[in-house]
C-alpha cells in the first residue's frame, strides 16, 4: 500500500493555493505481479528432469559394466530385426526390447554436450507444442517422434551394427509440430498476437500451405542441408564419438509434420481453392447481403 497526499481539486488547479493541512489523504493499493521465473510447462520441465537424471546415472553413477548393460538393452539397434545379429549371441530384452527401445532410446545421450543441445531446443520447441496438446498428448507425440526417427534409422541401417540413442528425432518432431502453428495470425510468434490461453489455439496451418510457402520451403531445404552436412565427419557436432544420425533426424521431422493433425486438439480450418476458410461466406453471398 502507498499513500498519497492529494488535493481535493480533481484539476489540481488549486493545489498550489492551499495549505497542506486541507488535502486530504488517499491510499493507494498497487498489486505486485509475479512472473513465473521459467515459464515452461511441467511436463516439458518434468521430462527435461528425466533426460538428466537417466544422463547423470549412466556417465557417472553406475559403473561401466552396467551401463553399457543398459545401453543394450534401451538403445535402439538395427541388428535387433536382421535374422542374425553379428554378434554371436542375442541382444538382451527378447521381443519386449524390440519394441520398446523404439522409444527408449531418446532417453539417452552420447555425452553431457549432446544432452544439452537437445535440452536447449527441446525447451524451445516442447514449450509451445506441450502449451498447445497438453500433457498426455505431448508425451504420446515425442513417443510417436521418436519411433518415426528410429524407423528412419532401421531403414537405412537395415543389418547394421550401427545403434542410435539421443533425443533429436522427437525434437525435431516438437519443431515441426511448431512450425504449424506458431507463426500463424494470433499465434505465439505471429502478428496481432492473442491472449496467453488464445494464441496457442489458433488455428494450424493446412499442410498443403506450408508446402506452397516459399518460406516453409526455404527452411526445409537449409534444414535438409544442415543434417546432411551433419552425416559427414568433417561437419560433425562438437564434443559428440561417431557419426549423426542425421536419417534419424529426418525421420523425427517429417513424423512430427506428417502426424500433427492427429494429436492436434483443437479444430482444423479448411480452406477453399481460393484461400478462403470453408466457413467464409462468398463473394456472392457478401453481395446478396449489400
Not at 218 to 245: C, K, Q, R
Request: with cysteine.
Amino acid at each position: 500500500m502507498i499513500e498519497q497526499l492529494a488535493c481535493p481539486d480533481v484539476r489540481g488547479s488549486l493545489c498550489g493555493g492551499l495549505p497542506q493541512q486541507n488535502w486530504r489523504r488517499v491510499d493507494l493499493h498497487v498489486e505486485k505481479t509475479r512472473e513465473p521465473i521459467f515459464n515452461v510447462p511441467p511436463v516439458v520441465l518434468g521430462l527435461v528432469a528425466c533426460l538428466c537424471f537417466i544422463h547423470v546415472m549412466v556417465a557417472f553413477v553406475l559403473p561401466t559394466n552396467e551401463s553399457d548393460a543398459l545401453l543394450e538393452l534401451f538403445a535402439f539397434e538395427p541388428l535387433r530385426y536382421h535374422a542374425t545379429t553379428g554378434l554371436g549371441r542375442p541382444l538382451p530384452g527378447g521381443f519386449l526390447a524390440d519394441v520398446w527401445t523404439f522409444v527408449t532410446y531418446a532417453f539417452f545421450h552420447v555425452n553431457l554436450t549432446h544432452l544439452v543441445f537437445n535440452l536447449i531446443w527441446l525447451v524451445a520447441f516442447g514449450t509451445p507444442v506441450a502449451r498447445r496438446f497438453g500433457t498426455w498428448r505431448f508425451l504420446a507425440f515425442f513417443a510417436f517422434t521418436a519411433a518415426t526417427g528410429a524407423l528412419a534409422h532401421l531403414i537405412s541401417h537395415i543389418g547394421e551394427n550401427v545403434p542410435v540413442i539421443g533425443a533429436s528425432a522427437a525434437v525435431l518432431g516438437m519443431m515441426a509440430a511448431a512450425m504449424r502453428f506458431v507463426f500463424q495470425p494470433g499465434g505465439p510468434l505471429g502478428f496481432l498476437r492473442l491472449s496467453e490461453a488464445e494464441t496457442y489455439r489458433v488455428p494450424a496451418k493446412p499442410l498443403g500451405a506450408m508446402l506452397r510457402d516459399p518460406r516453409m520451403l526455404l527452411f526445409g531445404l537449409v534444414w535438409f542441408g544442415i543434417n546432411a552436412l551433419l552425416g559427414l565427419p568433417l561437419f560433425s557436432m562438437p564434443g559428440t564419438e561417431g557419426s549423426v544420425a542425421w536419417q534419424a533426424h529426418i525421420g523425427g521431422f517429417v513424423g512430427g509434420l506428417l502426424a500433427f493433425v492427429a494429436f492436434d486438439p483443437v479444430p482444423a480450418v479448411s480452406t477453399t481453392a481460393n484461400g478462403r476458410g470453408a466457413d467464409a461466406p462468398s463473394s456472392d453471398d457478401e453481395a446478396a447481403k449489400r
